[in-house]
Structure formats: C-alpha cells, structure tokens
C-alpha cells in the first residue's frame, strides 16, 4: 500500500508538468505513458471507492504538500480527462503529440461503442477542436466565413451520425438511437450549437453536390455509389434538421443569429428549410410599420428581436442571389404577400410592395452587368 500512496503521490506533479512548456519535448512514447498513469489512477479509483479508509488515505497523499487542497480521492477517477484537457489547452505540446492525444481521447484503448457518447469524446469535441488545426485539412474545404474550430466540431458530430447510420436498420431503431443528439446540442451555449449545427449542414450540402457533379461522365456503377453516398447524408441531415424544425422558438432564434447569406445557402441546399424561413421572415416584415415623418419603415416595438427595414431586405436580397428555384420562390411568396396586403402600386403602403420593387429593381441591375 505504501508503493500505491508513493504513485499516487505524483498525480500533482504529472498535471503540473502537463501545464508547463516541459511538454515541448514530449514524443508520442512519453504521451502514451502520461496517459497510462492516467488511466491507472482512475482504475485505483474504481478499485478503492468502496472502500473509505483507504480512500481517505489516498485523499490525504493527494493534499500533501500541496497550498490548498485543489485534489482529492475524486478527482483520480476523472484523471484522463484531467490530464487530456490540460494537454489541450497547452500550446507548446508539439504537433504529433497532439494529433495522438486526440486519436487517444477518441478511440480510448479498450473503449466499446455504445449508444451515448463517452465522456472522453465529449472532452475531444469540445477542447480539441483548436488543435484540430494542426492536422492537414481535408475534403470538403470549409464554407466561406466558417471558423475552423467550428468547422472541425461540426466534422466530429457528422462522424458520429454518420456511425449511427450505418448502424441503425429499421427507421425506429434509427430514431431510438438519435435520442442523445438534442441533449448533446443543449449542452452547448446556444449561439455555438446553432453555428456546429449550420456548419454540419453546409458540409454535408457541400460533399453531396461535389459527389453527384464527380458522378456525371463516370461508369455507372461510380454514379451508384454517389447517390447512394447522397442518400446516406440525407439520413445524416434528417436529425439535424428535426432538431432546428422541431421547435418554433429555437428555429427563429436560429435565423435571428445566423447572417442572411448563410441562411440563404442552408435553404438552397434543403427544401425543408426555405418555407419554414420564408414564413419566418414574412411573419417578421407584418410588425414593420410605415414612419410619414422618417419616410421608412420601422420596428413596431423597439423591444422585440425582429429585423428592421434593411436587416429584411438584406435577408431577402441574399434568397434571390441563390439558385433559380429558391430566387423563384422567394420571388412568388412575395408577390403572394403584396396581393394579400391590397396588390398596392405605390411605396409606403405595403412593405411587401416596397421590397418586391426594390428587389426587382436590384435584379435588373444585376442581369445588366
């Protein structure tokens, strides 16, 4: 027992160094040591929780010598992670190293795949995204304007549905097995759930077109396996979309949060998404309210979280920079408004009037260039 306290006793001085630039000179070998240390504390752990006196034991080793007791007999069993989140919050741990730590937290040795994520994937999806960067990127390229860090959190939650997917057999048990999606995503500040979320969408609308546009010219049976890899991420999709769907309020924060432009590719991409968001913004326009004095349209309440004038117009002007079908769209759900508004001919009546003309308008323009 004396052997055991004496190792437990290095638990300190291990996180310590793992916060030092001491890590420059780790190699994968000394990585995978630390991380051995790791995981045989956290097993001292399991081994001895039931067991008081010689946790309190355990406890008293840990608090010696240190200024305040910031480690006890707890935290050996949370040891890995303790360990992995320090070594990812390092910046001077070199770039091998880092790509092992992550392939360690990912795939821990001895880890069985079950159906709700493992604490060490939770802690490599939301900390190893940064050194994610480090790795050389790959295909699909990241959208215009996305984060890397977001880019690379929504690259991890797509591996995870695409898992799912392959596994998943009847539609049921497909659905029974997505039930930790809604609780994976509420766990994160709701502005970086609704960025991962979006950026899995654009890489999965992304990958899909350059499947189907490699497809064309090639053999058959090439053209088969890329409409059958299109399939599959529409399956992929389907959970996200439900999530973002599925709730009124959580679908218009959404687009409160997100710029046009982006919200505009999203509904190019899905169908699914265009009614939902033209309905939004229609719903959004009816509270502009028509100011003779200011000679423009203005919020009727300047305590809601709607769009002015030019943040609606801005919105719309990106659905009409989008494909033909989604500008045709965007185009007759207008149209359908000003005549439901009284199919006025004049500015300052209708808002829809006013933003069909100035639409028409900036397309002229456009196809004139």
């Known amino acids: 027992m004396e052997a055991v306290l004496e190792q437990v006793g290095q638990l300190p001085a291990l996180l310590a160094v793992s916060r030092s630039t001491l890590v420059r000179d780790w190699d994968s070998l000394t990585l995978d040591r630390a991380l ?11 081994r001895f929780r039931t067991r008081p006196r010689l946790r309190e034991a355990l406890g008293r080793r840990l608090r010696r010598g240190q200024p305040s007791p910031l480690l006890g007999f707890s935290h050996l069993g949370r040891c890995p992670q303790l360990l992995g989140l320090a070594l990812l919050e390092n910046r001077a741990l070199p770039p091998t190293a880092c790509r092992r730590l992550i392939h360690n937290l990912l795939q821990p040795p001895g880890a069985e795949a079950g159906p709700e994520p493992r604490s060490l994937a939770l802690l490599a999806r939301r900390k190893a995204a940064s050194h994610l960067l480090a790795l050389p990127p790959g295909p699909p390229r990241p959208p215009a304007g996305m984060e890397p860090q977001v880019q690379a959190e929504a690259q991890l939650l797509l591996s995870r549905l695409r898992e799912e997917g392959r596994e998943a057999e ?5 659905a029974g097995r997505l039930r930790w999606l809604s609780p994976a995503l509420e766990q994160l500040p709701q502005a970086r759930a609704f960025e991962v979320v979006a950026a899995a969408l654009l890489l999965l609308g992304q990958g899909s077109g350059a499947e189907q546009a490699g497809g064309r010219g090639q053999a058959g049976n090439s053209l088969d396996r890329n409409l059958a890899s299109a399939t599959a991420d529409e ?12 709730n009124l309020e959580r679908f218009s924060a959404f687009c409160l949060f997100l710029p046009g432009s982006l919200l505009a590719s999203l509904a190019g991409h899905y169908s699914q998404l265009s009614r939902p968001y033209l309905d939004l913004l229609s719903g959004w326009g009816s509270h502009l309210l028509y100011d003779p004095l200011q000679g423009r349209w203005v919020k009727s309440a300047l305590d809601k979280a709607e769009l002015s004038w030019e943040e609606l117009r801005e919105r719309f002007s990106c659905l009409c920079q989008g494909s033909a079908l989604l500008r045709g769209q965007t185009q007759a759900a207008l149209k359908l408004l000003k005549a439901r508004d009284g199919d006025f001919k004049v500015c300052g009546l209708s808002v ?17 260039r």
């Open 170 to 174: 009847p539609a049921g048990e497909a």
């Open 235 to 246: 399956w992929v999709a389907g959970p996200l979309l439900s999530w973002l769907l599925g």
């Open 352 to 368: 829809w009037t006013d933003l069909l003309m100035e639409l028409e308008e900036y397309l002229r323009k456009e196809a004139e």
């Open 36 to 46: 051995e240390w790791a995981r045989y504390f956290q097993h001292l752990h399991d």
